[in-house]
């Protein structure tokens, strides 16, 4: 089927990322539909997302992790885990997700410094980030002992839906973000 | 009672840091304009309720409390600050502030991962189903070189009436494992070992299949401990 037409190149971008196990390098999908533009590229893929279902869809167009993937619609969740038999969708504890948290915004970072940070011992969430592969070896620092350095991975940016690293808030949008929402306690009642 | 409430909150607080915090956000007051000398005394009450400390569980709260106490006894002297000197009090202050910035990170990732937990990517489904059809355990690279031992041995006490002067290529293996995993979809690591003609060639291979393993080219499973160890290639990644 030729690509002639901007239907069809977003039907085509649909099953190529319908095939693919890992999201789609954007550069290569435009320089094979020959895209004048970034802009007829972005077209394609509205077009893409704004298919319509008769309100009912069973997958979105998903930008993560430098890469085009498409991911289930919102809303199926329960469903899907009924059909699969999936007992339990299993979460991050707090531990893990400070930790993740520090390597987030401090990378590459040591053992030591997020341990300091925590003000407790972390080679615990430290190892179960890097079982998730959340989390990777990214060489050793120039210090005594050569402590690993960790780093986080773009199966980091894909579980929270994340294009880039820079897609992380910044200090003060984090302040403004808690600002403007009445901050829950994360303690227990007082 | 008291003993009780406290073991609840120890868990809960699992750093000095985390039971600052808290108190300073029971106290409404904002991090910055804290006075830790107040709130050292409700710091030390929770301590106090602890019965027996347990020196490597709670070494950390207890740092923390001497810190407090050395700046409560600062701010009732004189004050003799040397220049370039930090004070224990900034020091804790910005641990704090750095602390609860942490704190609000991660609130916003479990945000973040609450809503992407429920969009599924096509790896997950793969997963569920691998695990539940076969329940394969990966074999460690222990267990590999455990395998590949055990068999350097029985070919040892094999006697060979030739010696072939051949060498073999890490390159070469590669590809001759990769185009049988081609062909054949899956490889009985144990038992293609034995075909092989002499020790070094073993040794090669199993360097190969190392190597392979490491590359996420393939992968091996093995169904129970010293069973047979089974090859498949791995769907490429990028």
Redesign the interface.
């Known amino acids: 089927m030729d690509l002639d037409t901007i239907e069809r190149k977003a039907a085509f971008v649909e099953a190529v990322l319908f095939v693919a196990?890992?999201p789609v390098d954007p550069q290569r999908l435009m320089a094979y539909l020959r895209c004048a533009d970034a802009g007829e590229f972005e077209r394609i893929l509205n077009l893409l997302e704004e298919r319509e279902g008769g309100g009912a869809r069973a997958t979105?167009l998903?930008r993560a992790g430098g890469g085009l993937?498409l991911?289930?619609?919102?809303?199926?969740?329960e469903q899907?885990k009924d059909f699969?038999s999936?007992r339990t969708?299993s979460?991050?504890s707090?531990?893990s997700?400070?930790t993740?948290?520090?390597v987030?915004?401090r990378q590459p970072v040591t053992l030591a410094e997020i341990s300091d940070?925590?003000?407790?011992n972390s080679a615990g969430p430290v190892k179960n980030l890097l079982q998730k592969k959340l989390i990777r070896l990214a060489g050793r620092k120039k210090v005594p002992g050569l402590p690993a350095l960790y780093a986080t991975t773009r199966e980091f940016l894909?579980?929270?839906?994340?294009g880039d690293l820079a897609e992380l808030?910044s200090?003060e949008e984090?302040?403004e973000?808690?600002e403007e929402k009445e901050q829950?306690?994360?303690?227990?009642q007082? | 009672m008291e003993l009780e409430s406290y073991r609840i909150a120890t868990d809960f607080f699992e750093g000095p840091l985390d039971l600052l915090l808290h108190l300073i956000r029971k106290n409404r007051v904002s991090i910055l304009d804290v006075r830790l000398a107040d709130i050292t005394s409700e710091y030390l009450a929770y301590l106090e309720r602890m019965e027996g400390i347990n020196p490597s569980r709670e070494s950390d709260f207890l740092i923390t409390a001497a810190t407090l106490i050395a700046i409560k006894a600062r701010t009732l002297l004189p004050r003799t600050d040397l220049p370039g000197e930090e004070s224990p009090e900034k020091a804790l202050i910005s641990r704090l502030f750095e602390h609860d910035q942490l704190q609000k990170i991660s609130r916003l990732l479990q945000e973040m991962e609450e809503t992407e937990i429920t969009l599924w990517r096509r790896e997950v489904i793969e997963e569920s189903f691998s695990s539940r059809e076969y329940a394969i355990a990966e074999v460690s690279a222990f267990q590999l070189s455990e395998l590949f031992f055990s068999l350097v041995r029985r070919k040892e006490k094999e006697e060979f009436l030739t010696v072939a002067a051949k060498s073999y290529s890490i390159e070469a293996k590669r590809q001759e494992i990769l185009a049988l995993l081609d062909k054949e979809g899956f490889l009985d690591f144990s038992a293609w070992i034995w075909t092989l003609g002499s020790l070094e060639e073993v040794v090669v291979s199993f360097f190969t299949l190392l190597e392979l393993v490491k590359r996420h080219r393939v992968v091996a499973v093995q169904k129970e401990l010293f069973g047979p160890i089974s090859l498949w290639q791995q769907a490429a990644a990028n």
Do not use: D, M, N, Q
């Open positions: 196990k890992e979105v998903k993937s991911v289930t619609a919102p809303g199926w969740h899907l699969f999936i969708t979460r991050l707090l531990a997700l400070e993740l948290a520090i987030a915004y940070l925590r003000g407790v894909l579980a929270f839906g994340l808030p200090l984090l302040t973000l808690f829950p306690s994360l303690f227990h007082e």
